[in-house]
């Protein structure tokens, strides 16, 4: 069975890469992470792309998490 997490993510630098580091680290081994990016000013977006998870940025962003 394959598990997808999505996170929606708004200038969350501090914690992104460690979020999703636990996720990976969790019992389940098909798992699927997709970062839904809302317009981040910050790091966020670089450091998921970073991390091997699926990254969708909404564009133009500040649209809401939905």
Known sequence: ?????VIPTL???KNIGELI???KIGSFKEIEIVV???GSTDKTVEIASKKNVVLLINNPGRQGPA
């Open 21 to 23: 580091d636990s996720i």
């Open 11 to 13: 200038n969350e630098e």
């Open 36 to 38: 839904v990016d809302d």
């Open 1 to 5: 069975m394959k598990i997808c997490t």
